[in-house]
Nanobody
């Protein structure tokens, strides 16, 4: 059983920054794909960014490229992995619930294929950006 805990959300004004953290604990196989998704009120969930912990390869949605940056700790650990999402230049349209997710079985990120790869999810954390 893998558990995910997110932290770091909050409210900022447009142009501000926030750093989200996600700690995945429990057994995972080698390198894993970890991702951030978000869902705004009345909208579908969308992929924001993902990282393959084995190589550090990152993926970003076009809407956040150049503003958001993923990083990680404990990449080689099989019992704990930490992922950070540094969000700069925040815009009101970034307002949403942000969810961390992990594919615990190892393998590359299947970026662009939605959320089906991810089996475990965090509880979500709210990010609010005011204009």
């Amino acid at each position: 059983q893998v558990q995910l805990v997110e932290s770091g959300g909050g409210s900022v004004q447009a142009g501000g920054s926030l750093r989200l953290s996600c700690v995945a604990s429990g057994y995972t196989y080698g390198g894993n794909c970890m991702g951030w998704f978000r869902q705004a009120p009345g909208k579908e969930r969308e992929a924001v960014a993902a990282i393959y912990t084995g190589s550090g390869t990152t993926y970003y949605a076009d809407s956040v490229k150049g503003r958001f940056t993923l990083s990680q700790d404990d990449a080689n650990s099989s019992v704990k992995k930490t992922m950070y999402l540094q969000m700069n230049g925040l815009k009101p349209e970034d307002t949403a619930m942000y969810y961390c997710a992990i594919d615990p079985y190892g393998g590359a990120c299947l970026w662009g294929r939605g959320s089906t790869q991810f089996e475990y999810w965090g509880q979500g954390i709210l990010v609010t950006v005011s204009s």
